[in-house]
């Protein structure tokens, strides 16, 4: 066994977000706000960037600031270079996709210490510290380890044997040499844990302590490469194609540019930094979150349908448009089995503005009327918390808003939310009367251009 030392400690801190919960309850918010500003000069994307959110969250603009500022960089939304702010590519892929815990996968595969989101001298302070750690990496590589080896890892022991040790996050202990410590000293009956002094000779509060470890563990577990309870941390190897992706990456820390003549980080280390923590970093079939693999519940006490559903989501549509046409089957079928046969999946018919087209019926149900369904899905771990400020935003096409125009209280958006608790729907009645009413907002943000010969000037030609 190596001469690896556990006890000699160092901390290294992230920046403290918000609750797991509301951190899933937000990314939405600010994506849908840095897509419709970016790009956008520096000061004038910050100042609108904080009316919007001060606006959509009902509080003060004044204090919004600091929210924002640790928000972006911990969610890396967003970049500045040469005075313009810029969306990131994993700000647009989330629009695109609505894939929650693929963006946190992204973000997990980006980080490591040190990085570029915190302050100057806390970056140069790392740097000549001689920290080469990939927090995320090494969390999944040890529990990985530890599973092909029949064990379950403590949380506090991966904190003290792992995340706090200083001769760990300068890269130059395995997660193999970490296991066996941990079962070297489990074998005598040693339980090594953080304290209060841990990292000073005055004791420090449990939050200096603990907080960003949490903060490692549920950013992995929004990312559905874990679970947790109070005590222990699961891999969830259904994730079992990325997390080796993380395992192959462990060693590779990126070396941090734009520092001065004496290895200091500058303000250029940070901005070159924030540039590629937002960038994808690999495919997008790499980052999917399979149904399969956010969904938790033992499928086999599922009916046959919603396995089908697990299984082939993706045979009509997503996973969301199939869940949606088999529950309302269900429902018309409740209401009047012959009309059955009427709900219809169109999803496939471009230009439609509809994905379903289901039944309604009249107040003594003896007539048949037209449903027509939009659905939207997202996936994320956490189910949304529909508290007096919670927020939601999504894209429609033009011609989505078109059909919800044309086909009023005929017209229904399913907000599907795929999480490892099952799906959820929650239903949207005729949104084009909420938005009269002022109940919703809607707003273009792409613009169609059409031109003709007359609008050409030169034509290149190699």
């Not at 904080?50 to 928000?71: F, G, P, Y």
């Not at 996973?319 to 018309?332: A, M």
Request: aromatic share 12%.
């Amino acid at each position: 066994m190596s001469s690896y030392n556990p006890d000699v400690k160092y901390r290294c801190d992230i920046i403290r977000g918000k609750a797991q919960k509301e951190m899933d309850d937000l990314l939405p918010l600010y994506a849908d706000i840095t897509h419709s500003l970016a790009p956008l000069e520096a000061v004038a994307f910050t100042d609108q960037f904080d009316e919007m959110l001060a606006q959509k969250l009902k509080v003060a603009k004044k204090t919004i600031s600091n929210q924002r500022s640790e928000m972006g960089r911990l969610f890396a939304l967003y970049f500045e270079q040469d005075g313009i702010m810029y969306e990131s590519e994993i700000c647009k892929y989330l629009i695109k996709s609505g894939d929650q815990p693929a963006f946190f996968k992204n973000i997990c595969l980006n980080f490591q210490f040190p990085n570029g989101t915190q302050k100057k001298e806390t970056i140069t302070e790392r740097i000549k510290a001689g920290i080469r750690f990939k927090p995320y990496h090494f969390i999944l590589s040890l529990l990985n380890i530890a599973k092909n080896a029949g064990l379950t890892l403590e949380k506090r022991e991966i904190e003290y044997y792992a995340l706090s040790s200083l001769e760990v996050l300068r890269g130059g202990v395995s997660p193999e040499t970490v296991l066996e410590h941990i079962v070297k000293d489990r074998s005598k009956g040693i339980i090594k844990e953080l304290t209060a002094t841990s990292f000073s000779k005055e004791p420090k509060e449990h939050s200096y302590i603990f907080q960003h470890y949490t903060e490692l563990f549920n950013y992995l577990e929004l990312a559905n490469l874990v679970s947790q309870d109070r005590k222990c941390l699961y891999l969830n190897t259904k994730e079992q194609r990325i997390i080796d992706v993380f395992i192959s990456e462990l060693n590779d820390v990126q070396e941090l540019e734009g520092l001065d003549k004496n290895g200091n980080a500058t303000e250029i280390t940070r901005n070159l930094w924030a540039q590629h923590y937002g960038s994808l970093s690999h495919g997008e079939d790499i980052l999917t979150t399979s149904t399969n693999a956010i969904v938790r519940v033992e499928t086999e006490s599922l009916p046959q349908e919603e396995q089908n559903d697990i299984i082939n989501a993706n045979q009509i549509g997503s996973e969301g448009e199939q869940y949606v046409l088999r529950k309302e089957k269900e429902r018309v079928k409740a209401i009047r089995p012959i009309w059955e046969n009427r709900v219809k999946y169109l999803g496939n018919i471009r230009g439609l503005g509809y994905d379903i087209l289901s039944v309604d019926t009249n107040e003594d149900c003896t007539k048949a009327l037209n449903r027509m369904i939009e659905v939207k899905s997202t996936k994320r771990v956490t189910l949304p918390n529909f508290s007096n400020d919670w927020y939601e935003t999504f894209e429609i096409t033009a011609k989505e808003w078109e059909s919800a125009e044309q086909f009023k209280d005929h017209y229904y958006i399913y907000r599907v939310y795929i999480t490892p608790m099952g799906f959820y729907i929650y239903v949207i009645d005729n949104p084009f009367l909420q938005y009269e009413e002022g109940k919703l907002t809607v707003y273009p943000i792409k613009y169609q251009v059409d031109i003709t010969k007359k609008n050409i000037e030169r034509i290149y030609d190699e």
